[in-house]
C-alpha cells in the first residue's frame, strides 16, 4: 500500500486561494468519511486541521476548508497569509492489510 | 488541555532495543485508542501501531511487526513502545497520537537515532 499522492509544493500570494489533493483507492479515501488534514512547521508536531473530510476542530479559522469526491480529498486554504507556509499532510482510515492510517507525502506550502 | 509527552528516544546500535513512553494528561486517557507515528528525518508521516482503550486490539506496521510491541497503563496514563532489532530504517521521530478514526492530538516527539 503506498502512501496517499499529494502534489510536492504548492505555492500562493498573501489574500489568494490554493487547494492541496489528496489521492488515495477504495480501501482508504473512496471508501471512509475519517480523512483528516494536519499542519506541520519545522521541527513541531502536526496539528489537525480538519477532519472526516470536511470538519474543522474548535476555534480553527474557516479559511480552511475539506471536500472529497471519489478516492480524492482535498484541502482549501483561502485568505493565505504568511503563517500558513508550512507542511499539510492528508491521512486516512484504512483497511487495507494490516494498516490502520495511511498518509500523504506532504505538501510544502510557500506563501509568496 | 490535552496533552501528550513522549520521552525514551536516543541514540542506539543497529541491532539494539529501546523503549518508548507517553504520558497522557488532560483527558480520560482509558477512553482512547492510541497510537504510534513516526517521521524519518526530511520525510513524511508514517504510521506504526495502534491499541485500542482497553488493549483487546493491537495492530502493526508490517515494516515493525515481529520487533516492535505496543502496550499501555492506564492506571498510569501511559502509552509505551519496546522496539527491538532496531535498524537503520528506524531513525525517526516518534509521535504518541490519540484517536481511532484519525490522530486529533499529537506528543511533541522523541528522536531515536539508530546508528554506530
Known amino acids: 500500500q503506498s502512501a496517499l499522492t499529494q502534489p510536492a509544493s504548492v505555492s500562493g500570494s498573501p489574500g489568494q486561494s490554493i487547494t492541496i489533493s489528496c489521492t488515495g483507492t477504495s480501501s482508504d479515501v473512496g471508501g471512509y468519511n475519517y480523512v483528516s488534514w494536519y499542519q506541520q512547521h519545522p521541527g513541531k508536531a502536526p496539528k489537525l486541521m480538519i477532519y472526516?473530510?470536511?470538519n474543522r476542530p474548535s476555534g480553527l479559522s474557516n479559511r480552511f476548508s475539506g471536500s472529497k469526491s471519489g478516492n480524492t480529498a482535498s484541502l482549501t486554504i483561502s485568505g493565505l497569509q504568511a503563517e500558513d507556509e508550512a507542511y499539510y499532510y492528508c491521512s486516512s482510515y484504512t483497511t487495507y492489510n494490516t494498516l490502520h492510517w495511511v498518509f500523504g507525502g506532504g505538501t510544502k506550502l510557500t506563501v509568496l | 488541555e490535552v496533552q501528550l509527552v513522549e520521552s525514551g528516544g536516543g541514540l542506539v546500535q543497529p541491532g539494539g532495543s529501546l523503549r518508548l513512553s507517553c504520558v497522557a494528561s488532560?483527558?480520560?486517557?482509558?477512553?482512547?485508542?492510541m497510537n504510534w507515528v513516526r517521521q524519518a528525518p526530511g520525510k513524511g508521516l508514517e504510521w506504526v501501531s495502534y491499541?485500542?482503550?482497553?488493549?483487546?486490539?493491537?495492530y502493526y506496521a508490517d515494516s515493525v511487526k515481529g520487533r516492535f510491541t505496543i502496550s499501555r497503563d492506564n492506571a498510569k496514563n501511559s502509552l509505551y513502545l519496546q522496539m527491538n532489532s532496531l535498524r537503520a530504517e528506524d531513525t525517526a521521530v516518534y509521535y504518541c497520537a490519540r484517536g481511532r478514526n484519525y490522530p486529533d492530538y499529537w506528543g511533541p516527539g522523541t528522536l531515536v537515532t539508530v546508528s554506530s
Open positions: 472526516e473530510v470536511s
Open positions: 488532560g483527558f480520560t486517557f482509558s477512553s482512547y485508542s
Open positions: 491499541i485500542s482503550s482497553s488493549s483487546s486490539t493491537i
